[in-house]
């Protein structure tokens, strides 16, 4: 008999592996599985040119005269183009040169009125001392459409080379402070109360040093207070860096499409680590990177990070974007530790077993089954990848089926956001591009430095089709994207984007859809026992006969953080039929919205309040 069983088990795992292979041999041409050949970055392997009928790579092209306008890039109007981004040498020589910078949305004045910060970089001259460095800015929102430069009021300049931005009330006084990681030390914001700010990042035991990325903030082990996660990209000596032909770094290295370039890695060059920083309540922070088990002792090159409960349990988890090396997904085991589930639950490879060079995160409910999805931006010659959730921390990469393959291999992705662009109460993608390599221009590959941004409608739940670029509007702009935020910068129901591009100033596209579809919005303030802003706090709301979820986070994209408000397209229900917040403390809460069309202000515990 126990042969027999033996012998059937067998017979099972062959069969098994022939649906595998089947499944394969089915696949499109374009996503049969990639050998590609060892270089800096992970990517696939090349794929032929795809040009517009005015034979322009398309990452630079595809316009569509007279098409529906979507957003209007109303920077220059706004008064934003007093920002201009700097990042190094134009020719990016070493790696250090090339991420750019995110952006942040917040109300650091509590006026009700979202403004913006973007970072800056730096140069190496003026880490050096030898030149004036790049600032970062702070804008205030005016309430009129302008915004005006508070930066030398508010003391938040950072004058350092900045990457990575997250929002988060990390003491609880109900104003929001800002967490920068640098290439250098970070800095720790804190907001005074009075429009300025101070940097406390020494003192709190958060300022670090070497080269951290993306931020994100969460209450990860249940006291009310915000705790911080810091990823580390490369140890980059300033003296010595990795370019071609110096250090002994292996010609691969300095590879892509097999072309040699000045700049190297990440691959072939040291990690740094990543922290996750708890929080004492005293205005200090711990390391307890080691003890909860998210230190990174791999040295994966760590770009972008989001707390969210991605399996539902009460608890915050943890995913983060790597560069060229497979994501980590960190299930939350609720004794401040963390299990590492990132290969089991899918979300480390593609479907095809691929590491992939990851930019930015995502995080929404994009097919309404209650449950967080994720998606991510990767490096040309690879797609931008879309995992559902399956539930128990099970993921599935469904790129192909739901139509974002093909559309984003050319691109070079980088900030990233679920958002509803024309409030029909399906999540939308919006992908922010621009490449690492300003000579790509010079070669007929199909991919461009300056890239214009995407953004994929969702149909239906399942199925995305591209929003045709339309000539004049803010998706024709071409150019060097890196961060991007999302929020509603006008109070007037509808998504906008900003998005900080190397080199240059900023873009805000406004959104312009002109439909009857209703909406609505609510600022959670948490109570004793949940973060002040509610970070973490999940919104389930029916409309319709339609079941959403929105949670409130900090963080992801690419070095970015948005609009903490949670917002909800209605489509053409002017009724909401119930509202369910879950808070971080765990209590359940049902409330009640009368209208739509507005913004809400709902206290844990009181319900809404008139503000």
């Known amino acids: 008999m126990k042969l027999l069983a033996s012998r059937l088990s067998l017979i099972a795992l062959l069969i098994l592996a022939l649906v595998v292979l089947l499944g394969a041999a089915q ?16 990517t696939g392997n090349p794929h032929p040119p795809v040009k517009d009928a005015l034979s322009r790579p398309i990452t630079a092209g ?8 979507v957003f209007i890039d109303v920077t220059k109007q706004a008064g934003l183009d007093r920002f201009r981004h700097r990042s190094g040498s134009p020719e990016k020589t070493t ?24 970072l800056n970089g730096s140069t190496f001259a003026a880490l050096k001392g030898k030149e004036a460095a790049p600032r970062a800015m702070l804008f205030h929102n005016n309430h009129d459409g302008t915004f005006t430069d508070v930066t030398d009021k508010a003391g938040v300049a950072n004058e350092r080379w900045g990457f990575g931005v997250a929002v988060g009330d990390y003491d609880n006084d109900g104003w929001p402070d800002i967490y920068i990681s640098n290439f250098g030390k970070n800095r720790l914001y804190h907001n005074n109360h009075d429009g300025t700010f101070t940097d406390v990042a020494e003192k709190a035991g958060v300022a ?23 990823p580390g990209y490369v140890k980059f000596d300033m003296d010595h860096p990795p370019i071609a032909g110096q250090g002994g770094l292996p010609a691969s290295a300095c590879q892509f499409r097999g072309v040699n370039f000045l700049m190297c890695g990440p691959r072939g060059l040291p990690g740094e680590s990543d922290h996750l920083f708890h929080n004492n309540g005293d205005g200090t922070f711990t390391d307890v990177s080691k003890k909860a088990g998210v230190a990174d002792p791999q040295g994966y090159y760590g770009l972008a990070s989001v707390f969210v409960d991605m399996d539902d349990d009460g608890w915050l988890d943890l995913a983060v974007a790597n560069d060229s090396v497979p994501r980590y997904l960190y299930r939350n085991r609720h004794d401040g530790t963390f ?8 979300f480390a490879l593609t479907n095809e077993g691929l590491a992939q060079a990851s930019m930015g995160i995502a995080v929404g409910d994009f097919n309404r089954d209650g449950k967080v999805d994720f998606c991510v931006t990767t490096f040309s010659d690879d797609y931008k990848t879309l995992y559902r959730n399956d ?3 099970n993921f599935s990469d469904v790129t192909y089926p739901a139509g974002l393959g093909a559309p984003t291999i050319p691109f070079l992705g980088w900030g990233i956001g679920f958002l509803d662009f024309d409030n029909d109460g399906l999540l939308d993608i919006f992908i922010a591009n621009g490449h690492v390599y300003p000579s790509v221009d010079r070669r007929d590959w199909g991919t461009t430095w300056a890239e214009r941004p995407q953004l994929f409608r969702n149909l239906n739940g399942t199925k995305f089709e591209e929003v045709p670029p339309a000539t004049g509007s803010g998706l024709a702009d071409v150019i060097p994207a890196r961060g991007a935020a999302f929020g509603d910068l006008f109070n007037d129901g509808h998504i906008d984007v900003v998005l900080n591009n190397m080199d240059s100033p900023p873009s805000l596209l406004r959104n312009a859809v002109k439909n009857s579809n209703h909406w609505i919005a609510f600022k959670l303030v948490g109570g004793p026992k949940s973060p002040r802003d509610a970070v973490g706090a999940k919104v389930f709301l029916s409309a319709g006969g339609v079941r959403q979820r929105a949670d409130v986070f900090s963080g992801g ?7 903490p408000r949670l917002h909800f397209g209605l489509g ?23 209208g739509v069309d507005r913004i809400l202000t709902v206290i844990e515990g009181q319900g809404v309040v008139e503000k």
């Open 27 to 42: 696949e499109p041409d374009d996503r049969k599985p990639q050998k590609p050949e060892s270089m800096g970055v992970a």
């Open 62 to 69: 595809g316009f569509v005269d007279g098409g529906t306008i």
């Open 95 to 118: 790696i250090l040169e090339t991420p750019g910078s995110g952006v942040a949305l917040l109300d650091y004045d509590n006026d009700g009125w979202l403004d913006i910060y973007l």
């Open 208 to 230: 670090l040093g070497g080269w951290s990325t993306g931020p994100t903030w969460g209450d990860y082990d249940h006291d009310g207070l915000l705790d911080l996660f810091v």
């Open 339 to 346: 299990e590492d589930v990132s290969y089991l639950s899918g």
């Open 391 to 393: 539930g128990g921390a």
């Open 557 to 563: 994209s690419y070095g970015s953080s948005s609009d």
């Open 572 to 594: 053409l229900s002017a009724k909401v039929e119930k509202i369910e917040i879950y808070w971080p403390s765990g209590k359940k809460e049902e409330i009640v919205a009368r």
